[in-house]
C-alpha cells in the first residue's frame, strides 16, 4: 500500500537503526554554537523524534494528513516498535491521539460516514467471533445506506485501507470506535448476553453446575447429614468417630501443605517485546467510594498500555459506579461495560458478561478495592510462558492493608497469610487442586472458554472454578506476588461475607461431592481426598468445631473421655485425643509459619480473641446453611471503603522512562 503522502516529509531515507540512547546522547552533548536557534527552526520537526528516520506504520501513516503533529506520530512508532504492539493502539492506550480522533481521521481518509452513536447491528449467533473480527452487519435502513460496520485495530487498518482503494464505486460501510462498536454489539444482542452469562456452565458442563446440583434434593441431604454429625452428649458414637476421622484428614492436610509451602513460582521475565496482550476484568456494584483508589490502582500497573485490556463490568442499575468511574479518570486502555439486566445478581455473571469481549490472551480478575503490586502481571505472563497450556490459572497472595484497624481486621489478615502464604502454596507445589481466591487471579483466556467461565449461580465462584479446572484435566498454581485488598471492620459486615462463603462452599461440595467415583476419576486418589479434607475444614469444622470442643471437654471432666472401659472406648478416646493433640500443633504451626511469612508478628495480641472468631464462623456457617435453603443464589454484598487506600510504599515503584522515551505533549 502507498504511503506517498506521508513518506514524502522525510528528507533522509528508511532503514536508519532505531538508537533511542544514541539520541539521548546526542540531547547531551557539547553546547550549541550561538546560531543553533536559527538552525533548529529549519530542521525538519521529525527529526527530534526518535526513530524520526524510519517511515511511519501503515496504520497510523495516514494521521499525518490529518492534523496530527509528525512528533507523536514518530514517538508513538518508536515506542510500538520497541514492544512489538500495533501503532495505532500505542498512540491511543498512551493518551496521545483520543480513540474518537483516530478514528473520525480514519472514516475521513476512507471517505465514509463515521457513526458516534452506531445504532442497528443485526443480531449474531456469535458475539464472541463478532467482537474479535472488529465488524458486524447493520440492519436494513442504517445511516448513509452502509451495510455493515468497522472497527479495525492493527492490520485490519491495512488491509481496510487497501480494500478501499481497490474497490470499485462506493464502499459500503460506516466505521466507529472499537469501544463503541462492542457497546454497540451489547445493546443488540442483550438477551442473548445476559442468557450466555447466567448460564454458561450449563451449556458446557451440566454435570458440574450448581443448579443442577441444588435441583436434585441435595441441600435437604445436606442438611440432614449435618444435623446427623452434630455431637451428642455422648462423645463415643459411631458419627463421633466418622467426625474425627474427618478432622484428622483435615489437619494433616494442613500440615502437609505447610510442609511444601516453601518453594515459590518464580519465572524469567519477560521483554516489552515479549509481553501478550492481556485483559483485566473487575465486576463492581456500588462501588462508588472506591473508584478513583480503583482507577489509581489500575492506572500503576507496570505493563505496556498498548497492551492492556482493562474491563469494568456495572450493573445497568448502578449509574452511580459507572459515573464514578469517569470522574476518575480512567486511563484511555479502560473501558467500562453495563451488563445488560438479567438473574442472578452476582459477581461470576459479570464476569461472563465480559468474557466473549476480552481480547487478551491471558486475563486477570481484581476486585473493587484491590491494589496489586505493580509487576504483578509481568509475572504471571513470564510464568504462563515458561508452562504449558495445561497451566490455565495462576494465584497470587492476597494480603490486608488495614490489618491494624482492629481485632477482627487483625485475625482476618492472619487467616489470609494462612491461606495463602501456607496452605495455597503448599497444595500448588504438591500438585493438589485448591480453592482459588475470588480475586487476583490469573487465567488463560482458552481455558476460561473451554469451562464456560464462572457458574453465575455459584455465590464462591472462585472456589468452584479451582476444582472444575483440576477436573477438566488444567493446572492452577500459586505465584509470588502479593495484592493488598480491605478486611470488614464492623462485625455484622463481616459475619455476612463469611456466611456467603461459606454457603457458596457449600454449594460446591453439593457440586463435586455428589458422584464420589466421579470425583475420583478426574482428581486421582489423593486429589479427591484432598478436596473432601477442605470442604472438613470449610464447611463442617465451622458448623460443629465449637460444639465439639464444648462436648470433649464436658466428656474428659464429668464423662469416660480420659477413663474408657472397653477396647472400643479405648480406640475412640485414643483417636479422639490425637485429634485433638495434632489440632492444637497444627493450629500454632502454621500460623507461625503464616505470620512469620506475612510479617504479621506485629498482630499477635489480636489471637487473644480468636475464641470470639470461632464463635463468629460458627455463627456464618449456621446463617449460610439457612440461607442455602431459603435463598441459595442471593449474593451478600460487602461494602468497601471503610478503610483508608493502602500505602504507595508498599508496592514497587515503577522505573522511570529512559529521557528518549519520555511522551510528548498529545496532539
Not at 495505532?88 to 481521521?105: K, Q
Request: aromatic residues 8%; proline residues 7%; positive net charge.
Amino acid at each position: 500500500m502507498s504511503v506517498d503522502r506521508v513518506d514524502r516529509f522525510y528528507p533522509r531515507p528508511p532503514g536508519r537503526r532505531d538508537d533511542p540512547s544514541g539520541f539521548a546522547r546526542r540531547l547531551d552533548a557539547a553546547p550549541e554554537p550561538a546560531d543553533a536557534p536559527r538552525r533548529r527552526a529549519i530542521a525538519a520537526p521529525e527529526s527530534l523524534a526518535p526513530g524520526a528516520g524510519r517511515p511511519l506504520p501503515q496504520e497510523i501513516a495516514f494521521l499525518a494528513a490529518h492534523r496530527v503533529p509528525l512528533v507523536l506520530l514518530q514517538y508513538g512508532a518508536t515506542i510500538a516498535r520497541r514492544q512489538r504492539a500495533s501503532a495505532d493502539s500505542v498512540l491511543i492506550a498512551e493518551g496521545l491521539v483520543s480513540e474518537e480522533r483516530f478514528y473520525r481521521a480514519l472514516a475521513a481518509e476512507l471517505k465514509v460516514p463515521y457513526l458516534s452513536e452506531p445504532e442497528g447491528l443485526a443480531a449474531s449467533a456469535d458475539l464472541e467471533a463478532d467482537a474479535a473480527r472488529g465488524y458486524a452487519r447493520l440492519a436494513s435502513g442504517a445511516p448513509a445506506g452502509a451495510c455493515w460496520l468497522f472497527a479495525p485495530r492493527g492490520a485490519q487498518i491495512i488491509r481496510l485501507m487497501g480494500l478501499t482503494r481497490a474497490a470499485v464505486g462506493r464502499p459500503l460501510y460506516a466505521i466507529t470506535a472499537p469501544t463503541l462498536f462492542e457497546e454497540s454489539l451489547r445493546r443488540a444482542t442483550a438477551d442473548a448476553l445476559a442468557q450466555g452469562a447466567a448460564h454458561s456452565v450449563e451449556r458446557v458442563l451440566p454435570h458440574l453446575c450448581v443448579r443442577r446440583a441444588l435441583a436434585t434434593g441435595a441441600p435437604l441431604c445436606f442438611i440432614l447429614a449435618a444435623a446427623w454429625t452434630a455431637p451428642a452428649a455422648d462423645a463415643f458414637t459411631g458419627t463421633a468417630v466418622l467426625l474425627a476421622l474427618a478432622f484428622l484428614g483435615n489437619v494433616l492436610l494442613r500440615l502437609y501443605a505447610c510442609a511444601h509451602s516453601a518453594a515459590e513460582e518464580r519465572a524469567r521475565a519477560l521483554a516489552e517485546a515479549e509481553l501478550p496482550l492481556y485483559s483485566v476484568v473487575v465486576a463492581l456494584y456500588r462501588e462508588a467510594p472506591v473508584a478513583r483508589q480503583l482507577a489509581r490502582s489500575m492506572a500503576a500497573l507496570d505493563y505496556p498500555h498498548a497492551k492492556l485490556d482493562v474491563k469494568f463490568v456495572v450493573e445497568a442499575d448502578d449509574g452511580e459506579t459507572a459515573a464514578a468511574l469517569r470522574a476518575a479518570p480512567l486511563p484511555p486502555y479502560c473501558e467500562i461495560i453495563v451488563a445488560p439486566p438479567g438473574e442472578p445478581r452476582t459477581k461470576p455473571r459479570a464476569l461472563n458478561v465480559a468474557l466473549p469481549f476480552l481480547r487478551g490472551s491471558l486475563v486477570a480478575v481484581f476486585d473493587a478495592e484491590d491494589a496489586p503490586e505493580p509487576d504483578q502481571l509481568r509475572k504471571a505472563a513470564a510464568l504462563f510462558a515458561r508452562g504449558d497450556d495445561r497451566l490455565a490459572c495462576l494465584q497470587a497472595s492476597l494480603c490486608i492493608h488495614n490489618s491494624g484497624q482492629n481485632w477482627m481486621t487483625a485475625l482476618f489478615a492472619i487467616d489470609y497469610a494462612l491461606l495463602f502464604l501456607v496452605f495455597n502454596q503448599g497444595a500448588s507445589a504438591a500438585g493438589l487442586p485448591f480453592f482459588l481466591g475470588g480475586t487476583s487471579n490469573h487465567f488463560r483466556v482458552t481455558a476460561l472458554r473451554a469451562l464456560g467461565g464462572w457458574d453465575a449461580f455459584n455465590v464462591t465462584e472462585d472456589a468452584d472454578l479451582g476444582l472444575r479446572l483440576a477436573r477438566c484435566g488444567y493446572v492452577a498454581r500459586t505465584m509470588c506476588s502479593r495484592t493488598y485488598e480491605e478486611a470488614p471492620v464492623e462485625f455484622g459486615k463481616l459475619v455476612a461475607q463469611r456466611s456467603r462463603w461459606m454457603k457458596g462452599w457449600m454449594q460446591t461440595a453439593l457440586v463435586h461431592c455428589r458422584a464420589p467415583i466421579g470425583l475420583m476419576r478426574d482428581l486421582g486418589g489423593a486429589g479427591a481426598l484432598a478436596v473432601l479434607a477442605m470442604f472438613v475444614g470449610g464447611v463442617l469444622a465451622p458448623l460443629h468445631g465449637p460444639l465439639l470442643a464444648c462436648t470433649l471437654v464436658l466428656d474428659a471432666a464429668f464423662g469416660r473421655l480420659l477413663q474408657p472401659e472397653t477396647p472400643i472406648e479405648n480406640l475412640q478416646s485414643g483417636l479422639w485425643c490425637y485429634v485433638v493433640v495434632m489440632a492444637f500443633y497444627a493450629e500454632l504451626a502454621t500460623r507461625f509459619v503464616a505470620m512469620r511469612r506475612g510479617g504479621l508478628f506485629r498482630l499477635w495480641p489480636a489471637l487473644l480473641f480468636r475464641p470470639l472468631w470461632t464463635l463468629m464462623l460458627m455463627l456464618a456457617a449456621w446463617r449460610a446453611l439457612r440461607d442455602l435453603w431459603i435463598r441459595p443464589y442471593h449474593w451478600d454484598k460487602t461494602e468497601h471503603g471503610a478503610a483508608a487506600a493502602p500505602e504507595p510504599s508498599r508496592h514497587a515503584q515503577k522505573p522511570p522512562r529512559p529521557a528518549a522515551f519520555r511522551r510528548p505533549r498529545a496532539a
